[in-house]
RNA sequence: GUGGGCGUAGCUCAGCUGGUAGAGCACCCGGUUGUGGUCCGGGAUGUCGCGGGUUCGAGCCCCGUCGCUCACCCCA
């Protein structure tokens, strides 16, 4: 055993996983590109404040569990637990809401949460997520629905669930609020859970425990709240969702644990998972930029745990067999024959080729053998008759096959289809 | 922060009521002096997480400690 190990509770991807993740991440953000979005590059740490102002003080997330630390400036910075607050920094920092609205985003990259580890969560995850800003209108909220539900069919998910809701506007959370202290105030509660619905009385809904749910049973709901012009918006949503045939539940009591939600939330939730069942979520997030700062511009949008979602691959074995796989594997079998086989593999990887080659004296036994374990799809043997002849034996590694073919990369490459 | 489970070969794990370690897979060599997989033969590998205690004797029992893991809270 080593004496260094990763720190507590870090995901790590090395071969063959790491390319199961690899693809995961392609196939998140190739349909993100395919709806119109542009990459966004950020910083892993911010300014503290553009969280604790962003997400909210009263959040667990800000509240226990960032990594925040000082640097030798004596500023305050913290490694981003979530996405769209930093976004929105850059959007306002660079005058990005000032042109053709929406904008579009898409990012990717690790984000940190010091929290107690468990299956599916960790301290240092990955996120694919997309912003759409400076659109109110209901479509756009269905659009970046679309978006995730498209990535998770490319990658071949079937057993996930959309969950919707509406937070409304701030006047009809604001009268929700109220009856919800008031009957919260009614129930027998411990202190702990008393303390939580105190900072975020909607809290009691997201609660695992029999008894608080049946406590909470009837419990007024926000959705009762809204007004006319939220309900009309999220009716909205919800009739070109079905129009484009996403399937979705209602869930009244979900509870998103960020501050920033405005209107449409939702959440997306694999079956064969443990208790970290949420794959992605998001929501409509309308008075965030003007919290940082910024105009008093709209937004949507979500993040997709990789993590977790590379995990419902596996559990619904939904990934391609062969990934990065490798066309060509040379197995040189002389001192001459290496050199031969150096020049031709950088010369078809110009080519686009994916090649490898046997390296060290194991004999050709050996050389052949290593291309077997490269998973490569053909092998070739370079040696004395090679070059003296010009000619070679292209063998396919799956049939045993021989294809006759010129010893240089053009003839090679046409043998192998990629002409 | 709270609770449960688990630490034995590179990996997955077995190891009886205590008698100083094993299997499968993987790896290496050979059977095969120019073609891999299958098959056959051979081979290397362990401070049994760490520290202490009980015992003639501890992988196994006791105490402590560290780590991993699952769950609660919360979230991707």
Redesign the pocket.
């Known amino acids: 055993?080593s004496k260094f190990?990763a720190p507590?509770?870090v995901s790590e991807y090395y071969p063959p996983n790491s390319q199961q993740f690899e693809y995961v991440r392609d196939q998140l953000l190739r349909t993100a590109r395919l709806a119109g979005y542009k990459l966004i590059e950020l910083p892993v740490f911010e300014d503290t404040e553009v969280f604790t102002r962003g997400v909210g003080e009263s959040?667990?997330?800000v509240s226990k569990?960032m990594y925040t630390f000082e640097d030798r400036g004596g500023r305050s910075i913290t490694l981003r637990p979530?996405g769209t607050a930093g976004v929105m920094r850059a959007v306002i920092e660079h005058n990005l809401d000032k042109g053709q609205l929406p904008v579009k985003l898409f990012y990717t990259g690790p984000f940190f949460?010091a929290?107690?580890?468990?299956?599916?969560?960790?301290r240092q995850?990955y996120?694919v997520g997309i912003e759409a800003i400076g659109f109110n209108d209901p479509e756009i909220d269905v659009e970046v629905i679309s978006v995730a539900q498209t990535a998770f069919k490319a990658l071949g998910l079937k057993k996930f669930k959309l969950n919707i809701t509406s937070l409304g506007d701030s006047s009809s959370r604001e009268n929700h609020r109220k009856d919800l202290v008031k009957f919260i105030s009614g129930l027998k509660l411990d202190e702990a859970t008393l303390a939580?619905a105190q900072i975020n009385p909607l809290?009691l809904f997201?609660?695992?425990?029999e008894e608080v749910k049946a406590a909470m049973a009837k419990a007024p709901l926000l959705l009762d709240y809204l007004n006319k012009e939220s309900k009309q918006h999220f009716e909205t949503v919800q009739g070109l969702l079905k129009n484009i045939g996403i399937d979705f539940q209602i869930n009244p009591r979900m509870?998103?644990?960020?501050d920033y939600y405005t209107g449409t939330t939702f959440?997306f939730d694999h079956q064969m998972l443990?208790?970290?069942?949420?794959?992605?979520?998001g929501g409509r997030y309308d008075g965030l930029m003007s919290s940082l700062g910024g105009a008093d511009v709209s937004g949507i949008g979500f993040?997709?745990?990789i993590?977790?979602i590379l995990l419902a691959c596996q559990a619904e074995n939904s990934l391609p067999a062969e990934l990065n796989e490798i066309d060509l594997f040379v197995?040189p079998?002389t001192e001459a024959g290496k050199a031969a086989a150096f020049k031709l593999i950088s010369e078809l990887r110009l080519s686009g080729v994916t090649c490898d080659m046997a390296y060290g004296d194991?004999g050709?036994?050996?050389a052949?053998?290593a291309?077997?374990?490269s998973g490569a799809k053909y092998?070739l043997?370079i040696?004395?008759?090679?070059l003296a002849t010009g000619n070679c034996?292209l063998?396919?590694?799956?049939?045993?096959q021989?294809i006759s073919s010129n010893l240089d990369a053009s003839d090679l490459l046409e043998k192998l289809g990629k002409k």
Do not use: N
């Open positions: 055993m190990q507590k509770g959040t667990d997330v569990e979530e949460r929290e107690r580890p468990q299956a599916g969560r960790y995850f996120q939580r809290r997201d609660d695992k425990r509870v998103r644990g960020l959440e443990g208790a970290q069942s949420g794959i992605g979520g993040g997709l745990g993590d977790r197995a079998i194991r050709l036994k050996g052949m053998k291309a077997d374990r092998g043997v040696g004395d008759d090679e034996q063998k396919s590694m799956s049939s045993g021989l």
